[in-house]
């Protein structure tokens, strides 16, 4: 895996059996390598995708939501990835059934929203596990599954990526107003004749997305952290929607070039370096807003 790394020093590195030199003097670093560029590039178009739904994740309070479709797809990886198919086509249509089962079961078994997550949650992820015991690779494809490998995408992936943050895009944008409502009251929703029911579906149908898109990057453990950091760092700074996802995808980017660069020179885990990366600056973004509204609040004062 392109992800396992060690180094000898900053311009020498040794992935798997290959040595690669990546000259100091290089204006772009280790960002001068193929594959860490389309790492960025990949990262950077889930970023954008994590920062518009994230934004209303964190609004709606859907966190547990994305925690249980990341783990949802895990059934549908694993399989994929046992019958060497395509991982990101059996985490789909795996992710896409637990969407739907979990409306099923609110509606016919008469479950509230969490109580179906998490009946689901338990299930897929047994499942997923079970599937992958039986795997005569079981670690390499476990840690792939759970952490993700972002240094392995390759053209046809970021092709997928770009295509999966257009729609994403299009779809916040077409339901703007109907999330808007959504949030504040569905009874408004309806009101407004704005059919919540459909709202909430596409807001469910775009969390799904946006879990699918990152698995690659940080794998199913760790696409919570990118969907929600980012989104929680831009909430410091303004309470505009449209402004918050700006700013929440520009923070995911900013992640992903972090985490790689920390990746490269740490030899860490690239997926877990990205997700990290995402924590640690909405840390800093907490601490600079409180700092400054601190110290706003003093010079008012005086």
């Not at 494809?141 to 046809?156: C, H, K, M, V, Y």
């Not at 309806?190 to 909430?200: D, E, K």
């Not at 919570?224 to 929680?232: I, K, M, T």
Request: hydrophobic letters at 60%.
């Amino acid at each position: 895996m392109l992800s396992s790394y060690e180094f000898d020093n900053h311009s020498h590195k040794r992935l798997g059996s290959l040595n690669v030199t990546v000259s100091p003097a290089s204006p772009l670093g280790p960002f001068a390598l193929d594959f860490l560029q389309r790492g960025f590039i990949g990262g950077a178009f889930v970023a954008i995708l994590c920062g518009v739904v994230g934004t209303w994740v964190v609004i709606r309070g859907m966190a547990f939501l994305g925690e249980a479709l990341a783990h949802g797809m895990l059934p549908g990886v694993a399989l994929a990835t046992v019958l060497s198919l395509p991982v990101l086509v059996g985490g789909a249509l795996s992710a896409v059934a637990m969407s739907v089962s979990i409306g099923a079961l609110q509606r016919r078994a008469k479950l509230s929203y969490d109580t179906s997550i998490g009946l689901l949650f338990v299930s897929m992820l047994a499942l997923g596990v079970i599937i992958i015991s039986h795997s005569g690779s079981f670690a390499t494809d476990a840690t792939s599954i759970l952490f993700g490998d972002i240094l392995a995408i390759n053209q046809g992936d970021l092709v997928l990526l770009a295509i999966a943050a257009a729609v994403g895009l299009a779809v916040a944008m077409l339901f703007h107003r109907s999330f808007v409502a959504l949030a504040l009251d569905s009874r408004i929703a309806s009101v407004l004749g704005l059919r919540p029911r459909i709202a909430q579906a596409a807001l469910v149908g775009l969390v799904t997305l946006a879990v699918v898109a990152s698995y690659q990057a940080v794998g199913s453990l760790l696409v919570v952290g990118l969907l929600l950091a980012p989104a929680v760092a831009a909430g410091h700074w303004t309470t505009r929607i449209p402004s918050r996802m700006i700013l929440a995808s520009l923070f995911g980017v900013v992640a992903v070039f972090l985490g790689l660069l920390a990746s490269w020179y740490a030899a860490t885990a690239a997926g877990a370096s990205v997700a990290a990366a995402a924590i640690l600056l909405t840390c800093v973004s907490w601490t600079v807003h409180a700092g400054l509204t601190t110290f706003r609040s003093r010079v008012r004062r005086s």
